[in-house]
């Protein structure tokens, strides 16, 4: 009904020079939540991947003007690039595609004009294995979602002292590079998507280790953004992956969950100092990025509405155990830890992720990536019982929405357990 209201209302609104109620109520509205304490400016973009660009172009030109650059023609500056990890995905548009590692997202087969342009590091990342969090590198299992993101300070300082060892070789190349080849890139943003990296595989990164490398980039000087499209609104059960990390990012990019799946709409948020950096004698010193569509009433008012949904007890039975896990900081997963760890015990199990919505589970001896078929057996046998799943690779995973019932996910994880046991893994029936 609101989007419906605001299409009659208003029909299309060019944003550029004017403002419009929902647009501006959005803003205030996401700055007073997943912004509050650290964002103060709102960029409207069209979807996830062009809010990644948008989170670019403000981060680089914080990084040069933190370095009292004053002239932004490219020809003077120096070649730019981003801190990032391995399996990471932010978006198919051509900036966002360079922000990653090779992956069968972004390689030359897809574009040929893909070059990666930055220093990508391989996080350690943790699963359910065998009723407990485990991971490569982890000294011990961890037994619950409460560990897995309790502060953990040795595990931070370890991680810290290899990542600013990788950076400090990185740097080093790139003071004694040889005129033949070029330069690594002056790394200029650090890019994450807080603690689950999506259409990498669904993998729940380290966050002692994702807390260290922010830190490491802080005390460099190096703009922390990260990529809350799919992480953001209660993705996780919390309303953002930043507070579940206790971080405070530089720039922020929202989607996806912003208008409830209805539209298209994305928001990338911005500290002052990064609104600061665009200010000058020009026009052509601001931050000139825009689309026909940018801050489209509809799609603001759905959000607005959507918004409201989430936080409201009267239409989301999650919204009282939501805002108190979030209250207290605490991670919270709708799907279920005891039930997760028992699927995560079952042969042909390598591993269950599960925060907030989201519940993936990892198919042992699949290998191959995105391009492995282990799961096919599995979706196949959900769409059997009634539910559509998209497979990554060797990975099956179920997403509710931050409103479903306790009744729904009860059926969906009954016939995730079915459709392990049918498609051959041992999994017994219910």
């Known amino acids: 009904r609101a989007a419906a209201a605001a299409a009659a209302r208003y029909g299309h609104v060019i ?16 700055l007073d939540s997943v912004g509050q304490g650290w964002a103060s400016r709102a960029f409207f973009s069209d979807d996830g991947s062009t809010a990644v660009e948008v989170a670019l172009k403000m981060a680089f030109r914080k990084f040069l003007a933190d370095r009292g650059a004053t002239d ?29 590692a090779p992956s069968p997202f972004n390689g030359r087969r897809q574009t040929p ?33 409460a560990a897995v993101f309790a502060p953990r300070p040795e595990a931070v300082a370890a991680h810290r002292a290899a990542i600013a060892a990788a950076l400090d ?33 669904m993998r729940l990164v380290d966050p002692a280790f994702q807390r260290a490398l922010a830190a490491e980039a802080r005390a460099r000087g190096i703009p922390l953004v990260l990529d809350e499209v799919f ?16 971080l405070d990012p530089d720039v922020a990019c929202y989607g996806k969950l912003l208008t409830g799946g209805l539209v298209p709409l994305a928001l990338t ?93 990892e198919l042992g001896g699949g290998g191959g990536g995105y391009a492995s078929d282990a799961a096919a057996g599995v979706v196949a046998a959900l769409r059997r019982h009634g539910v559509f799943a998209r497979p990554l690779g060797p990975v099956v995973y179920l997403m509710v929405t931050p409103m479903t019932g306790a009744g729904e996910v009860d059926r969906l994880l009954a016939a995730m357990k079915l459709a392990l046991a049918d498609a051959g893994t041992g999994a017994g029936p219910c």
């Open 15 to 30: 944003f550029s020079g004017t403002v419009h109620e929902p647009a501006l109520q959005l803003a205030e509205a996401m």
């Open 72 to 100: 932004w023609e490219v020809d003077d500056g120096p070649e730019l690039g981003v801190l990032g990890l391995q399996g990471a995905y932010h978006g198919d548009t051509l900036g966002a595609m360079d922000c990653v």
């Open 113 to 145: 004009w893909y070059a990666g342009r930055g220093l990508f590091l391989d996080p350690p990342t943790l699963a359910l294995r065998g009723g407990a969090w485990a991971g490569a590198g982890q000294p011990a299992p961890l037994p619950d979602l």
């Open 169 to 201: 070789a990185h740097d080093a190349a790139a003071g004694a590079h040889l005129a033949a080849r070029p330069a690594p890139p002056a790394l200029a943003a650090c890019l994450l998507e807080p603690v689950v990296q999506g259409s990498g595989g």
């Open 231 to 246: 992480t953001g609104l209660w993705r996780l059960g919390a309303p953002s992956g930043a507070a579940l990390l206790g």
């Open 269 to 361: 948020l911005a500290s002052e100092p990064v609104f600061e950096a665009f200010k000058g004698e020009s026009k052509l010193d601001a931050l000139l990025h825009g689309h026909s569509y940018t801050a489209h009433p509809t799609g603001c008012a759905a959000a607005l509405a959507a918004l409201a949904a989430y936080a409201s007890p009267a239409l989301n039975p999650n919204a009282g155990a939501l805002a108190g896990a979030a209250a207290r900081r605490l991670p919270l997963t709708l799907w279920g830890e005891a039930a997760a760890a028992e699927l995560s015990r079952l042969p042909g199990v390598a591993g269950v992720t599960t925060l907030g919505t989201l519940l993936a589970v």
